[in-house]
């Protein structure tokens, strides 16, 4: 699945709100006829966006998949969109299956001519960033460590080891691109590391607090979120 997370309270199903969850499970129970619980990949929070979200859900009705595709289409908000639809066999399961997640964050400088339309999926930022002391935060995070620091801290997450396979920074012209891919992520873990690793490449955090912070768990005051509306779920790998 595709969706533009401006108009969402994130993936999750949320009472009185309007979720990318949410639209799917009653599109569904309108095509379907049947009460329906549709399982994600991982939840995305609001405003946040995704090209290659996968989602599972079991159903009586015999309809082939690409049918289910062509009116789940039909009947989403333009927003969200189906890209690829397949039966899958019992034991597959949207989150536990995945290996890998690939995701993805923009920053564009602003006052750039086109920020209207940036300001939708990129965060407009108003200082030069050292893309070098980015990139040693990157080698910094490559590996298998307690992101506990770049997380939200939920109490009730027992185990917060990630292992990240890649990370790095990339500029073009006025925009710089974050992407990193991991086994598995904390909630606010890649919005809190680009918060992090902006303050190092600013000058307002020093690189050996940055590597402490990784290497010693805990609360870290420059660890703030980056924007929300900057990030998108490219890819989970099965």
Same mark, same amino acid.
């Given at each position: 699945?595709?969706?533009? @997370?401006?108009?969402?309270?994130?993936?999750?199903?949320?009472?009185? $709100? *309007?979720? %990318?969850?949410?639209?799917?499970?009653?599109?569904?129970? $309108?095509?379907? @006829?049947?009460?329906? !619980?549709? =399982?994600?990949?991982? !939840?995305?929070?609001?405003? %946040?966006?995704?090209?290659?979200?996968?989602?599972?859900?079991? =159903? =009586?009705?015999?309809?082939?998949?690409? %049918?289910?595709?062509?009116a789940l289409n039909a009947t989403l908000p333009p927003d969200i969109r189906v890209r690829e639809a397949a039966e899958a066999p019992e034991s597959f399961h949207a989150r536990f299956s995945a290996l890998r997640k690939l995701y993805r964050y923009r920053?564009?400088? /602003?006052?750039?001519? *086109?920020?209207? #339309?940036?300001?939708?999926d990129h965060w407009l930022y108003n200082f030069d960033l050292d893309l070098g002391l980015? &990139?040693?935060?990157? @080698?910094?995070?490559?590996?298998?460590?307690? #992101? #506990? =620091? #770049?997380? $939200?801290? &939920? @109490?009730?997450? $027992?185990?917060?080891?990630? /292992? %990240?396979?890649q990370a790095h920074w990339e500029k073009e012209a006025d925009e710089l691109t974050f992407e990193i891919t991991a086994n598995r992520f904390l909630r606010g873990m890649v919005r809190m590391l680009v918060g992090a690793t902006t303050a190092v490449a600013e000058g307002r955090a020093d690189l050996e607090e940055f590597r402490e912070a990784l290497d010693r768990p805990g609360r870290w005051l420059k660890a703030v979120p980056a924007p929300a509306q900057g990030l998108i779920l490219v890819e989970v790998q099965y």
């Open positions: 699945m595709a969706y533009d @997370g401006t108009g969402y309270s994130g993936w999750q199903l949320q009472p009185g $709100k *309007a979720t %990318v969850q949410g639209c799917l499970e009653q599109a569904l129970e $309108k095509l379907l @006829g049947e009460k329906m !619980r549709v =399982t994600g990949a991982g !939840r995305t929070d609001a405003g %946040v966006h995704a090209l290659g979200q996968a989602a599972h859900f079991d =159903t =009586t009705r015999p309809l082939p998949a690409e %049918v289910i595709q062509r920053i564009a400088r /602003r006052g750039l001519p *086109a920020e209207p #339309f940036l300001s939708r980015l &990139e040693k935060c990157c @080698g910094l995070i490559a590996g298998e460590h307690d #992101f #506990f =620091t #770049f997380s $939200k801290q &939920e @109490g009730a997450r $027992k185990n917060h080891l990630c /292992r %990240v396979y």
